[in-house]
């Protein structure tokens, strides 16, 4: 069956693009009670089907978690927003006012005084001109 998606905002060439993967649970309507125009209304979790992202009740999480686990989410509680894919992260911290950033054991964090940089190998600072002090 063929149904166009519902989304908060469409456009040519823009919009947010969200579609249902095989095997999800959607909520179907009809443009004026006509079954030949189907539209998806939305996707929903059930019993068996729970968010990749876990909620205790208390956090408020919001974000997005695709089907390969790559995760883009916001932190009200801990003022955190955080983007990761695979072994790479990156993580704004508004509480603590900290940016990282992180691919596998090497890391970069800044913070309102310093820079730190962790390498498990080299690092290579390289431009025309390198100024230290």
């Known amino acids: 069956i ?3 998606v519902l989304t908060p905002e469409a456009g040519a060439g823009h919009g947010l693009y969200l579609r249902p993967q095989k095997d999800d649970e959607v909520l179907v309507g009809f443009i004026a009670n006509d079954p030949r125009y189907p539209v998806i209304m ?9 968010p990749g992202i876990a909620a205790d ?6 974000g997005y978690k695709s ?11 801990a003022k955190t927003i955080k983007l990761e ?3 790479c992260s990156i ?3 508004g509480q603590s006012n900290v940016i990282e950033l992180k691919v596998g054991g090497n ?9 730190e940089i ?8 390289k431009g025309g001109t390198i100024m230290l002090n």
Not at 57 to 62: P, V
Not at 107 to 115: R, Y
């Open 2 to 4: 063929w149904a166009r």
């Open 42 to 50: 939305g996707c929903l979790y059930s019993r068996d089907k729970l």
């Open 57 to 62: 009740g208390t956090e408020q999480k919001f």
């Open 67 to 77: 089907p390969e686990s790559q995760l883009l989410e916001f932190d009200d509680s």
């Open 85 to 87: 894919s695979g072994s």
């Open 91 to 93: 993580t704004l911290d």
């Open 107 to 115: 890391t970069i964090k800044i913070d309102q005084s310093n820079i």
């Open 118 to 125: 962790n390498a498990s190998a080299q690092v290579v600072v």
